[in-house]
């Protein structure tokens, strides 16, 4: 005998947790995950910025729609902040103008600097790398731990159900239901939400659905010591508006990638070696400063659908199959604002209003546009 919801979450990471916990409201949901804790994947190996500047039109939209959430959370939610401010900087490299305009084009709230105030900011900035720079100060740094666990907590609270080492093996549709077999157990609801990051495709496939071409990326991340540069905590997040490498402080360190987007098939990601190592050439030829060893590295999958959009809604084709997927790198500065909308359209209601004001269209996330 199958345990009866009234929709199945596969995944449990941001994503899966984020809207669970909203649906959880007025519906029984089970969020089914196939490793032994949530957000083992790409949850928990995010760079972890609020940057409103990044990312296709959608995310935008949504990121800016989250800002308020991040900076004043729902009481209980968290018991410390979410969004920690620090600047960012964007420079302009030998090269880089149309980038630049692209930059300008979308951007808001952006402020140009000279070179002598971008150093002011910056002390290690080489002199003559930047053509021009542009100030984002309404950036910041995002505790994702701490919003990851925030929705688990409330969807528990609402009466959801999460089941770790429970991937989804089997999935049939018998009638007008999806049945889930999994190692936790056999389980049946009306709607089922793919929420699998980088193995949306894969769960597709098992429930019978067409895939949609998602392709994780790896990108890799490597942190160095910046002995005896006073003022490390306090640096701005910096990049190239190439988007060729990032660095920015962390835990009295410094993190670093050549912004790198592999494709990979989905799997637990490993740190490339030589993606580091060009991640830390450029931010040496960028700054003065000088790495000699690196302390630690990780890697991650970043998921995309051919267009860079992320895919929200039911599928056009199959009946109760709802995708949510392809958030790419921006899932977690995008999350509050994305969920809710998510949410909603499982429950056959508007995106918010809020969101759609943010500049959303819908049309840019439906599945059917592939």
């Given at each position: 005998?199958?345990?009866?919801?009234?929709?199945?979450?596969?995944?449990?990471?941001?994503?899966?947790?984020?809207?669970?916990?909203?649906?959880?409201?007025?519906?029984?949901?089970?969020?089914?995950?196939?490793?032994?804790?949530?957000?083992?994947?790409?949850?928990?190996?995010?760079?972890?910025?609020?940057?409103?500047?990044?990312?296709?039109?959608?995310?935008?939209?949504?990121?800016?729609?989250?800002?308020?959430?991040?900076?004043?959370?729902?009481?209980?939610?968290?018991?410390?902040?979410?969004?920690?401010?620090?600047?960012?900087?964007?420079?302009?490299?030998?090269?880089?103008?149309?980038?630049?305009?692209?930059?300008?084009?979308?951007?808001?709230?952006?402020?140009?600097?000279?070179?002598?105030?971008?150093?002011?900011?910056?002390?290690?900035?080489?002199?003559?790398?930047?053509?021009?720079?542009?100030?984002?100060?309404?950036?910041?740094d995002l505790d994702v731990d701490l919003l990851h666990r925030g929705y688990l907590k409330l969807f528990k609270a609402r009466g959801g159900q999460l089941l770790n080492s429970a991937a989804a093996e089997t999935i049939l549709r018998p009638g007008h239901v999806w049945e889930v077999i999994s190692p936790q157990g056999i389980f049946e609801a009306e709607f089922l939400v793919n929420a699998a990051g980088a193995w949306g495709d894969v769960v597709a496939a098992k429930a019978g659905v067409?895939?949609?071409?998602?392709?994780?990326?790896?990108?890799?991340?490597?942190?160095?010591?910046?002995?005896?540069?006073?003022?490390?905590?306090?640096?701005?997040?910096?990049?190239?508006?190439?988007?060729?490498?990032?660095?920015?402080?962390?835990?009295?360190?410094?993190?670093?990638?050549?912004?790198?987007?592999?494709?990979?098939?989905?799997?637990?990601?490993?740190?490339?070696?030589?993606?580091?190592?060009?991640?830390?050439?450029?931010?040496?030829?960028?700054?003065?400063?000088?790495?000699?060893?690196?302390?630690?590295?990780?890697?991650?999958?970043?998921?995309?659908?051919?267009?860079?959009?992320?895919?929200?809604?039911?599928?056009?084709?199959?009946?109760?199959?709802?995708?949510?997927?392809?958030?790419?790198?921006?899932?977690?500065?995008?999350?509050?604002?994305?969920?809710?909308?998510?949410?909603?359209?499982?429950?056959?209601?508007?995106?918010?209003?809020?969101?759609?004001?943010?500049?959303?269209?819908?049309?840019?996330?439906?599945?059917?546009?592939?």
């Amino acid at each position: 005998m199958a345990d009866t919801f009234d929709i199945i979450v596969i995944g449990a990471g941001i994503a899966g947790a984020s809207i669970a916990a909203h649906l959880a409201e007025t519906k029984r949901v089970l969020i089914l995950e196939m490793e032994d804790r949530p957000g083992f994947h790409t949850t928990g190996r995010s760079a972890a910025t609020f940057e409103p500047n990044y990312g296709p039109p959608p995310m935008l939209a949504f990121t800016r729609a989250s800002n308020m959430f991040f900076t004043n959370p729902p009481q209980g939610f968290t018991d410390g902040p979410l969004l920690v401010p620090r600047s960012s900087l964007f420079f302009e490299a030998e090269g880089q103008e149309n980038f630049t305009k692209n930059l300008l084009a979308s951007g808001s709230g952006l402020e140009e600097l000279s070179e002598v105030q971008a150093r002011k900011l910056f002390p290690i900035l080489r002199e003559g790398y930047a053509k021009r720079t542009f100030l984002d100060p309404h950036t910041g740094d995002l505790d994702v731990d701490l919003l990851h666990r925030g929705y688990l907590k409330l969807f528990k609270a609402r009466g959801g159900q999460l089941l770790n080492s429970a991937a989804a093996e089997t999935i049939l549709r018998p009638g007008h239901v999806w049945e889930v077999i999994s190692p936790q157990g056999i389980f049946e609801a009306e709607f089922l939400v793919n929420a699998a990051g980088a193995w949306g495709d894969v769960v597709a496939a098992k429930a019978g659905v067409k895939p949609i071409g998602l392709q994780p990326k790896r990108r890799s991340i490597g942190v160095i010591p910046v002995d005896g540069i006073p003022g490390v905590a306090s640096f701005p997040m910096v990049t190239d508006v190439g988007e060729t490498w990032y660095a920015k402080p962390q835990s009295g360190k410094m993190m670093v990638s050549s912004a790198d987007a592999t494709p990979v098939d989905p799997h637990d990601a490993y740190a490339d070696d030589m993606a580091i190592a060009e991640g830390i050439e450029r931010l040496m030829n960028a700054t003065t400063i000088e790495v000699n060893h690196l302390d630690h590295s990780w890697g991650g999958l970043r998921t995309f659908a051919s267009d860079g959009a992320p895919v929200i809604g039911f599928d056009p084709h199959t009946e109760g199959f709802f995708w949510l997927v392809g958030q790419g790198g921006y899932g977690i500065q995008s999350a509050p604002a994305l969920s809710r909308t998510a949410a909603a359209m499982v429950l056959g209601e508007k995106p918010p209003q809020d969101v759609r004001d943010a500049g959303l269209v819908l049309a840019e996330i439906l599945p059917d546009r592939f």
